[in-house]
């Protein structure tokens, strides 16, 4: 832990590495209180570089012996600095043999090798390596690894490396030994080892070349039960990679193994993922239809950064998008196809648009905002974003909206041919995409330098004489930290035309005629019905000519770019929209700017002193959410996700000043107004929406299971007897985690009688699931119901802990990000708690405490009162004594002007 000023690396400061490192050999003698370390390092001059001396990174290590070329360093002959180790002036070929000892059980900051339940386990990325040895450990220096592990064989009789299993054995005195080499060469924050008392599910798998290859899913004793979907989700990504990409294992092995602390989801060590048990354990009785889609898309995720990311890596961290913008929009697409039908696809689409906003844009616009590619960090697991993640997605998602799903993949094949083995930028991806297309993507480079959101602005015009449609254009970028002024984007936008009978009208654009026409448009289709504008200057204009009558436009179909897009529809076009847009994505789309209009102005009416009653609310929401429910044409998931309304923070988002009870308030009104209108209907879709017999997670069923419960917590809002008891049977009755965590959160949201007893039973029932009990914690950290003082006094349970991760989110993240009513109590008391608690996990987890401590980012939108509360909090976490860096970079950056 360091208490200095935080020291800023910039991206234009980069220098390829003194020294490359060719071979990699480790030997560890494991041992939770002193572990020993044995590397020796095969290293030769990097002719290209100026820097002479040799500069290793190390962190909490006892350096014990140092030899170069086989003679023993004098401690005359290096220097041990902050964090480093450097060699001045030595021979072009080294030879380095180092034994450091490093002490995994106290090494709470899951970073490097730590103990958990009495296993072993690495986490290296992003510099994580330099915590297990001395070693250049930054991404461009990538070697082949040849690793001995040695152990207590009856502790710890599992012992897994990256690679393959080499060679095994007893040593005598009841320990024992295994040798896994890797033949790919690999950056160090790939390397990964397991050791301790696990059991494994594992299966042959035939690849498309012929190949056999044996997939593993490991996990602790009695969780065998849970490993079956993980297997499945491999299966499945193996095989789509394969026909999407033509992208083979690459491997005879490939191993998966689950650990219960964990900082984030999950690691793609080559050949050994490791992963959070939150995404790899499930079945039925513990894990609800949400977790059996993550585990998918995580697993999937990992195992695609087996080419994107491992097989091609980055060159420096600034270039992380490359590889997780890259994946996330490979595992978004997988998910999308395992599901397969169109309107299924719109639902994923919609779910991960949903998260842009609600976690994106709000970063975006917030005083931790970055481009995509950024230009500077001071710590730089900071940067695992989700503007690196998501927003990064967005960014390969134009890429192929651009160039075609075939213009799309010739430019992946070309990325590999050119780049297989190497650490590259995200210009190299850029490039690819552009020489394989032949298309120019030089300003398309600015989504990866700029910060901030774009705002399209949309104006329309229709002329009955010549029957000529005019859309204009018009795009900004608000200013972002360092970034006062921004250049026209390369956006992407499809749109169509819908008539008056809500048919799509096909599209022709006027030629040569309005700026930036007919090169701004390609469709093979004479007249296509959806057309992909592409817009590169601050304003423009396109004309639709053949247009017979005034058409309602549906802008930004699918989402095709990541910007706000705004355009004064009137409430009938957006209703008119969500019953015929023939773009699933605009309908559900319609219905929420719909809502979100009805819930600005209860806003601003609470605000100015009116109370909460029916007369202020009219009946186009009503009809719009009645048509939707009652259409049982659409898919339950898709009429599930077109009923709920935008969440407190996409509302809050769209305000000046944000007043988080009003806000509160008003959702709670119009759920409560939608209830009581809809009552009979929400009742019958209850009904419709059983699923009978025993549980499967597919996707039809998921989704009839969502809006039935949709339907229980629209009734519970009304939170009457009736409403009570159908939760409380549900709960009873429930063969699925799914149905009963409905009925409980929907209980304990209400004031239904058997509510404590319910939280009762549940905690009883699954006192031994640790992922069950982290979601007892979370539905009563979001409750309504719950302030600080019940957070205070859940803490206090014996089953709370703060340094496991997944437990420590489950409640403190789960209040202070996910009940916003609470957590923003006009007395700061909620503040104060957040104060506490990032001081408290610095100590122990930085990556944990900076990750709470971003909760507070957007302190300057609230309101005058809550923001000195706020930046009072804000300066007590400042004054701290030993701040990790983590949490120094997020809170002088929250506070900063
Ligand atoms: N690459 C890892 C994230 C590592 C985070 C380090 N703080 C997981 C993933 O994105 O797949
Ligand atoms: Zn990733």
């Known amino acids: 832990m360091r208490t200095d000023t935080p020291h800023t690396i910039y991206r234009k400061d980069y220098a390829s590495p003194s020294f490359f490192v060719d071979t990699v050999e480790m030997g560890f003698d494991l041992d939770p209180d002193a572990t020993i370390v044995a590397t020796r390092l095969t290293m030769r001059r990097n002719p290209a570089s100026r820097g002479k001396t040799l500069v290793l990174y190390g962190e909490s290590l006892r350096l014990v012996a140092l030899r170069m070329n086989g003679k023993a360093l004098s401690k005359r002959a290096y220097t041990l600095g902050h964090g480093t180790l450097e060699i001045a002036n030595p021979p072009d070929e080294v030879v380095l043999e180092i034994e450091t000892v490093t002490q995994p059980s106290q090494n709470t900051s899951l970073m490097g090798l730590y103990v958990s339940n009495g296993n072993f386990f690495t986490q290296c990325e992003a510099e994580g390596f330099r915590k297990i040895t001395f070693f250049p450990d930054r991404p461009d220096v990538m070697a082949t690894y040849k690793v001995m592990l040695r152990a207590d064989k009856e502790k710890y009789p599992v012992l897994l490396g990256n690679g393959n299993l080499v060679e095994q054995g007893d040593l005598g005195d009841g320990r024992h030994y295994a040798v896994w080499e890797d033949p790919f060469r690999k950056p160090s924050y790939l390397f990964a080892l397991v050791a ?64 219960s602390d964990f900082n984030m989801g999950a690691m793609e060590n080559k050949g050994l993922n490791i992963f959070n048990t939150k995404y790899v354990l499930a079945n039925p009785r513990i894990a609800t239809d949400v977790d059996f889609a993550n585990i998918e898309s995580v697993v999937g995720h990992e195992y695609f950064h087996n080419w994107t990311g491992n097989r091609v890596t980055c060159r420096d961290w600034f270039q992380l998008s490359l590889k997780e913008g890259l994946t996330v929009f490979r595992d978004q697409e997988f998910s999308a196809d395992m599901i397969g039908t169109d309107s299924g696809r719109a639902v994923k689409r ?71 083995g190497q650490a590259v930028e995200c210009d190299d991806f850029r490039r690819a995409m552009a020489d394989a297309s032949g298309r120019n993507l030089d300003q398309f480079e600015l989504w990866y330098s700029q910060a901030g959101t774009p705002r399209v602005t949309v104006a329309t015009r229709y002329d009955e004489m010549s029957n000529i449609y ?105 209703g008119f929209l969500m019953a015929n847009d023939s773009d699933p994505f605009n309908r559900w789309e319609a219905g929420q700017r719909l809502a979100l209009r009805r819930m600005l102005s209860l806003v601003r009416e609470v605000k ?87 549980y499967s997670p597919d996707a039809e069923s998921a989704g009839k299971r969502g809006l039935k419960n949709l339907a229980l917590s629209y009734l519970l809002d009304l939170d009457e007897s009736d409403g009570h008891q159908l939760a409380q049977s549900q709960y009873d009755a429930a063969n699925n985690m799914t149905d009963r965590l409905s009925a409980l959160g929907a209980l304990v949201n209400s004031s239904a009688p058997g509510r404590e007893d319910a939280l009762a039973r549940f905690y009883d029932e699954f006192e031994n699931e640790a992922l069950v009990i982290d979601k007892w914690f979370s539905l009563q950290a979001v409750s309504y119901n719950t302030d600080v003082e019940a957070v205070r006094a859940l803490m206090r349970h014996p089953a709370f802990s703060l340094k496991n991760p997944n437990r420590a989110r489950s409640l403190i993240f789960s209040f202070c990000s996910g009940n916003p009513a609470q957590f923003h109590a006009p007395d700061g008391s909620g503040y104060a708690y957040w104060a506490e608690l990032v001081i408290t996990l610095n100590a122990l987890n930085p990556q944990v405490a900076a990750r709470l401590a971003r909760v507070m980012d957007r302190w300057r939108k609230y309101e005058p009162a809550l923001q000195r509360n706020m930046r009072n909090a804000l300066e007590d976490v400042a004054a701290a004594k030993s701040l990790s860096k983590d949490v120094l970079e997020v809170i002088t950056k929250s506070l900063a002007n």
């Open 350 to 420: 919609i779910e991960d648009v949903r998260v842009l906003r609600q976690a994106q844009f709000p970063e975006d616009a917030g005083p931790m905002a970055h481009p995509v590619r950024p230009d500077s960090y001071v710590e730089i697991n900071n940067f695992y974003t989700v503007t690196i993640y998501e927003k990064g997605s967005e960014v390969v998602r134009m890429y192929q909206t651009l160039l075609g799903r075939d213009g799309f993949r010739k430019g992946m094949d070309l990325y590999f041919q050119r780049h297989d």
């Open 608 to 694: 100015q002193g009116a109370a909460l009653d029916a007369s202020l609310l009219d009946t186009a929401l009503t009809d719009a959410f009645r048509v939707t429910l009652t259409d049982t044409s659409l898919d339950p998931a898709f009429r599930e996700l077109a009923l709920t309304l935008p969440s407190e923070s996409v509302v809050a988002e769209q305000m000046e000043v944000v007043d988080p009870q009003a806000i509160h308030a008003v959702r709670r009104f119009l759920r409560r107004s939608l209830a009581q209108a809809l009552r009979a209907e929400w009742l019958a879709a209850y009904e419709a929406n059983l699923t009978p017999g025993e």
């Open 196 to 259: 301790g008392n696990l059991v494994c599910q594992e299966e042959t798998f035939r690849l498309q070349d012929g190949r056999d290859a044996l997939l593993q899913v490991w996990v602790e004793e009695g969780n065998l039960d849970k490993t079956q979907h993980a297997m499945e989700s491999l299966k499945n990504s193996i095989r789509w990679d394969e026909e999407r990409f033509g992208l083979e294992l690459d491997l005879d092995r490939f191993m998966i193994v689950a650990v």
């Open 470 to 574: 005019t859309m204009s254009f018009t795009q900004s970028c608000p200013p972002t930290p360092g970034q006062p002024k921004k250049l026209p984007f390369h956006i992407p936008v499809a749109v169509g035309l819908l008539d008056s009978s809500g048919r799509d009208i096909p599209l022709r654009l006027q030629k040569g005629g309005t700026e930036g026409s007919s090169e701004g448009v390609h469709a093979n289709d004479p007249a296509p019905t959806t057309m992909v504008l592409e817009l590169t200057q601050q304003t423009q204009t396109f004309d639709f000519v053949g247009v017979l009558e005034q058409p309602v436009p549906s802008l930004l179909r699918n989402f095709s770019a990541p910007v706000v897009l705004e355009y004064d529809y009137t409430d009938a076009e957006l």
